[in-house]
């Protein structure tokens, strides 16, 4: 059920509004004629929010929780402690810990202020472990959630969030839904300092790199992924909450591409002869992971449209323009 503002808009909370996934999500309802609350402990970092409302909130506290969730008839929950691959490698008890507040303060708040429905962003890192050691992967199905083998730390604490999103809905009979993401990218993505991912390193690493230039890759270049652009991530949510399919459902691309192979694609995009430097001291993650999308389409109808050279033409030239803005692109590898 969808109860409606007074003004006849449906109005939405999304946390992590000064985020990725979250501002992209804002600008995505806003466009749909939703009232937007937007939520976080930081405003977003390139761009003004476009949310009708933006207020600072640390969602680890349960009064802020509650003050995030006054008056909205669904929650887009994003808000975070989140990292590429070295950050959520190195730290376990600081995210382990923030994100399990954060996550049940939310769906309690929900409950309490009557939200009639609740998105909960999981991950593909949930997955066992087991399942994802050789870089040929066999794609995974939401059942194979268990026995689980999560990634230490932030996997496991987003399974935990999953169940508590299920009792949830079984004990209090508030409406959540679950999609596993599997590395979304796109622009206005971090890119620099530590948290950034891999299309988003390798993307900046490219921009600043002059041709024949090498370039450093984490592990052996042969881990493969796949991944998923960001306005066909926003989409999805959107479709999957209006759905009622309450089980996780994973989103995410089935195209399957070895780290080595996103470093070509993207030279090829900036037009630009790239070696390789392996360093395989750096963290690597799980050896190879790709999303079968076969209940994706079941439930949803529907299935990502991007092709990664879209999305990576899109986000190289981003991340290009900012580093121009920033004076960080030298004179000679300016075109
Ligand atoms: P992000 O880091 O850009 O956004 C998360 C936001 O949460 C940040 O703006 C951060 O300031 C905010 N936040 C952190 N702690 C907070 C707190 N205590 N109170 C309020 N806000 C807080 O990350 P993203 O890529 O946009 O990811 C969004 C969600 O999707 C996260 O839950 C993440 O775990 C999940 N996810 C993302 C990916 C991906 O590939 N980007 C993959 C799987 C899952």
């Not at 409406?175 to 891999?198: I, S």
């Not at 991944?227 to 309450?246: K, N, P, Q």
């Not at 121009?324 to 692109?329: D, E, L």
Request: aromatic share 8%.
């Amino acid at each position: 059920m969808h109860v409606t503002g007074v003004d006849g808009m449906r109005r939405a909370l999304v946390t992590g509004a000064g985020g990725f996934i979250g501002h992209h999500m804002v600008r995505y309802l806003v466009g749909r004629g939703y009232w937007v609350r937007g939520v976080d402990v930081k405003a977003p970092e390139y761009e003004p929010s476009p949310a009708q409302e933006f207020e600072r909130r640390d969602l680890r506290h349960p009064e802020e929780c509650l003050a995030a969730c006054r008056g909205v008839d669904e929650v887009y929950h994003f808000a975070a402690d989140m990292g590429g691959i070295g950050y959520i490698t190195a730290v376990h008890a600081e995210v382990t810990r923030n994100n399990a507040l954060i996550d049940a303060n939310m769906l309690e708040a929900a409950r309490l202020q009557g939200v009639g429905r609740f998105f909960y962003a999981s991950s593909a890192c949930i997955y066992p472990m087991y399942r994802q050691r050789e870089p040929d992967v066999t794609p995974l199905r939401e059942e194979d959630a268990y026995p689980a083998d999560p990634e230490p730390g932030y996997g496991l604490e987003k399974l935990f969030a999953e169940e508590l999103c299920r009792y949830y809905r079984e004990d209090h009979g508030l409406e959540t839904r679950v999609a596993r993401f599997h590395n979304v990218y796109g622009p206005l993505g971090t890119y620099d300092g530590g948290r950034e991912k891999a299309p988003a390193a390798i993307c900046r690493k490219v921009a600043l790199a002059a041709d024949g230039d090498e370039i450093e890759v984490w592990g052996d270049g042969k881990q493969t992924r796949s991944f998923l652009y960001v306005e066909d991530c926003v989409e999805g949510i959107y479709r999957l909450t209006r759905s009622d399919h309450a089980e996780p459902l994973n989103l995410g691309s089935d195209v399957l591409i070895s780290v080595d192979g996103l470093v070509d694609l993207v030279a090829d995009i900036a037009g630009k002869r790239i070696r390789k430097r392996h360093d395989p001291t750096k963290p690597q993650g799980v050896r190879g992971r790709n999303s079968d999308n076969s209940r994706l389409r079941e439930v949803l109808g529907w299935e990502p449209t991007t092709s990664l050279r879209e999305g990576l033409e899109a986000t190289y030239r981003w991340i290009e323009g900012e580093l121009r803005k920033a004076g960080r692109i030298p004179a000679e590898v300016r075109a």
